[in-house]
Structures are given as structure tokens and as C-alpha cells.
């Protein structure tokens, strides 16, 4: 290419796709990576000694992704974020909204911390399931006692690259009338005076107790597995749609029948033990560990307990709603 083109082309703000080394995009191939909660614990506990919940917005450890080091990329996967938030007795978190969609599954507390989501009040027992979505005011407190723990996870990075976040410190004056979760605690009976028009539940806890009792209450798949997914009740969809949530209780006989799709997934374990096979790596997890599972791989899980649960996030559905959604069940 002559030197008076490529100047040309510089002063112009043009450049020449066939000179790049991948116009298609360099496909980051990612290995899957396993946070041990005994590693992660003890960070707890220091993080507490060093911060002051007088000047932190929140005392969260992120989740950094060794498959990201050297690139621009940050965080657990691919377009969200999972963090590790702690709350001691006495402290507060102040209230806050932003366009994020963020959710909570508390791993460790006495039910006496509380996140308030709208005005909502939702207690926070180990195994729950709690919804903070884009632009709903949302606040920690606690005074029960000893260490509130759990897991954030955020559709932070689509965001990012999209733009649309936007923050705004509380407190609100625009806070809407409270949430009636209860005309929702039926399963198969709406109410028609409400009208949500909310692209997101109008239940925002899922206590683990009724997960478990769906969980116990549906038949097996073939592979011996049982998997539910939090939906919004008035429209059997994900209770969120930045990210969609489930819980997996595979099989102790048998691994589950493997998949592999371009969405990504993150894994907490609630209960039990097991060992998941994510292409050439086999992931051993128990309690409390939290794991990756990258878009690409051929994924399978079985227990090696008989309790095993597996929370799961993912972005797939805004891959689906985009039509990018791609995946394949090997039979
Ligand atoms: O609790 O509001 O992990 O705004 C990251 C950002 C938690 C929160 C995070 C947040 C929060
Ligand atoms: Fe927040």
C-alpha cells in the first residue's frame, strides 16, 4: 500500500478492512475458571476490616476473570458481572437506582438483613432469590447478627458497551407505591386490577423454599436431572431478561445430557457437591463455590451428593430476543 494512500486514508478517518488481521472479529476463547469459596471467605472478612461503609457505595468484591487478563474486558463473563457483597450488623448501604439489572442470591445471614427494592422490603434468607431491576431504588441494611453475604450479579458489561447505563444517588422522591407481591403467591392465579406493564417480575424474592418444593414436585428428565427457572408470573418468561435465572438439580446417577450454546453462563453452588465437564475441564465444586461456563463448550453436570443445587445465571435471553441465540443438544 503506498505511504500517500495511507496518509490519504489517515486525514480522511478511513481505513482498510483487508489490512486488518481478523475483520471478522477475534472470537475470544474462554476457559472456564472456578472461584473457591474457601479462597473467597477469608476476603470477606478482610474486606470488612478495610472499609467503612461511611464512604463505600457498596463493600463488594468483584469476580475477575483470569481469561480476561491482558484484554479489556473485566469481570466474571462475558456480559455480566458477579460480585461478592457483605453487610455487617448496624451498617446500611444507601439507597441508589440504576439502569443495570441486577439480582441477589444471599449465601450467608440471618434473615435480619434486608434489601428495599421500590419501597419494598425484602428479607434476606440464605437461598433466596431477590430481583433489583434497571432504575428501581434499591438499599441494604442489617441488624440482625453476624455477617450478611451474597451474591450480585449484573448485566454490567452489555451495558457498558451499549451505553444505556445511567446512575442516580437516592434518596428517591419519586418512589412508586409499594409492590402487592402476595395477589402473586398463587401459582396459576393473576390478578387483572394490578397492571404491571414492567419488563420485569412484579415478584422481586424467591425464597429457596419454594424453589426446593417445585424442585421436589416435577418429574425427572431423561438424565435424571430437575431444572426450573425464575419466571415473571405474567408472562412465564425470565424474571428479568439482562439475567436469566435457574436452578439445576442434576442427577447423582448420571451426568446431564451435554449442551453447547454462544450464551454464557455463571454457576453458584447452594447445596451439595458435584463435578461439571466443561469441553477438556472438569470443574470439582461444592458449597458456595461460584464458576464460569463460557459460551463454546460442550457442558455437562453431575452430582456427588445427593443435594446438589446449582443457581445459574446467564445472558441467554438476550441473545434469544436478538435472534443470536444459537444451541445444541448432543443426544
Ligand atoms: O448492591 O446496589 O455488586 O449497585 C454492584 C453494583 C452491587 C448494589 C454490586 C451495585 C450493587
Ligand atoms: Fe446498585
Not at 3 to 28: C, K, Y
Not at 96 to 104: S, T
Request: hydrophobic letters at 40%; aromatic letters at 8%.
Amino acid at each position: 500500500m503506498s505511504t500517500n494512500f495511507r496518509s490519504a486514508m489517515a486525514s480522511a478517518n478511513v481505513s482498510a478492512l483487508w489490512e486488518r488481521a481478523n475483520p471478522d472479529g477475534a472470537q475470544l476463547v474462554e476457559a472456564p475458571h472456578l472461584w473457591p469459596w474457601a479462597e473467597l471467605d477469608p476476603l470477606l472478612d478482610v474486606a470488612v476490616a478495610e472499609t467503612d461503609m461511611e464512604t463505600a457505595e457498596r463493600r463488594v468484591l468483584v469476580l475477575e476473570n483470569p481469561a480476561y487478563q491482558d484484554t479489556p474486558r473485566i469481570g466474571a463473563s462475558l456480559n455480566m458481572v458477579v460480585n461478592l457483597q457483605v453487610l455487617m450488623p448496624g451498617e446500611v448501604a444507601r439507597p441508589h437506582r440504576h439502569r443495570l439489572n441486577a439480582l441477589r442470591f444471599i449465601i450467608e445471614g440471618d434473615g435480619r438483613a434486608v434489601t428495599t427494592v421500590d419501597g419494598t422490603a425484602c428479607p434476606m434468607f440464605p437461598g433466596d432469590f431477590l430481583l433489583t431491576p434497571g432504575w428501581c431504588w434499591h438499599e441494604h441494611s442489617h441488624d440482625g447478627k453476624g455477617r450478611a453475604v451474597w451474591l450480585d450479579a449484573l448485566d454490567a458489561q452489555l451495558q457498558r458497551h451499549l451505553c444505556t447505563n445511567e446512575f442516580e444517588a437516592g434518596p428517591s422522591n419519586d418512589m412508586p407505591p409499594p409492590r402487592m407481591e402476595d395477589a402473586y403467591a398463587v401459582a396459576g392465579v393473576t390478578p387483572l386490577n394490578l397492571r404491571e406493564d414492567t419488563p420485569y417480575s412484579p415478584i422481586f424474592r424467591y425464597p429457596l423454599s419454594r424453589v426446593v418444593e417445585a424442585l421436589g414436585a416435577m418429574p425427572a428428565a431423561a438424565d435424571g436431572s430437575r431444572r426450573v427457572r425464575y419466571t415473571n408470573p405474567l408472562t412465564g418468561g425470565p424474571a428479568m431478561p439482562g439475567v436469566d435465572c435457574y436452578m439445576l438439580a442434576p442427577a447423582r446417577e448420571n451426568e446431564t445430557r451435554a449442551y453447547r450454546t454462544n450464551a454464557n453462563m455463571m454457576c453458584l453452588a447452594v447445596d451439595g457437591e458435584g463435578v461439571s465437564q466443561v469441553g477438556d475441564t472438569k470443574l470439582q465444586w461444592k458449597k458456595n463455590d461460584i464458576f464460569s461456563l463460557p459460551r463454546g463448550h460442550w457442558i455437562s453436570h453431575r452430582a456427588k451428593s445427593g443435594d446438589a443445587n446449582l443457581f445459574q445465571l446467564t445472558d441467554r435471553e438476550v441473545l434469544a430476543r436478538l435472534d443470536y441465540l444459537r444451541e445444541e443438544f448432543r443426544d
